[in-house]
């Protein structure tokens, strides 16, 4: 593959999935900083391996895959595990409603960062792939490396163990807030 092919490939894929992918490795480590850091790693091994990319899976895929392989890398070299999960959301919304409706939002955020931040990492990660990247049961198993069963059972004892039971309806109703 020719480097100005190469360099195309790289330049869409960062201006398609950069945003995605920081607000992914913000919510696994909650560190903007770190965040940045692991995607610009993410596309840096992107880069060099894009000849061993076989096309198996989406592109998109591909790359959450190696920013949750990133983010479980950093908590491995840090023992950092316990950071507020509710500054995810206020980071990266631009506020143009009224106090009220601003009000409601960040309510309905510190609810579910509150409950996610109880939770263990696995149960976390798969929990805010789903529901916030809405990402497919499919797509989280090629992300994680594992069976399309263990996301399951890892969205289930993810909301068990927090107490969560939000039906579709009530997750469309925080997700305008």
């Known amino acids: 593959m020719e ?43 992107y880069y060099l391996h894009l000849d061993q990319f076989e096309g198996r899976s989406r592109i998109k895929t591909y790359l959450y895959r190696i920013t949750v392989n990133e983010c479980r890398n950093y908590f491995k070299s840090w023992a950092i595990r316990k950071i507020e999960v509710s500054k995810l959301a206020s980071t990266f919304l631009i506020d143009k409603e009224s106090p009220e409706d601003a009000y409601l939002k960040q309510e309905n955020k510190s609810y ?58 009530e997750m469309k109703h925080v997700k305008k807030y």
């Open 3 to 45: 480097k100005q092919e190469r360099d195309k490939l790289l330049t869409n894929a960062m201006d398609t999935y950069g945003h995605y992918l920081t607000r992914l490795a913000f919510a696994l480590v909650k560190d903007k900083q770190k965040a940045e850091d692991i995607v610009q790693e993410v596309f840096i091994r």
């Open 112 to 169: 579910i960062a509150a409950i996610l931040n109880r939770l263990p990492i696995k149960y976390k990660e798969v929990i805010w792939l789903y529901y916030y990247a809405e990402l497919s049961v499919k797509e989280i198993s090629d992300i994680l490396n594992c069976s399309s069963n263990t996301v399951k059972t890892r969205l289930a004892r993810g909301r068990k163990k927090a107490q969560l039971t939000i039906s579709e309806e």
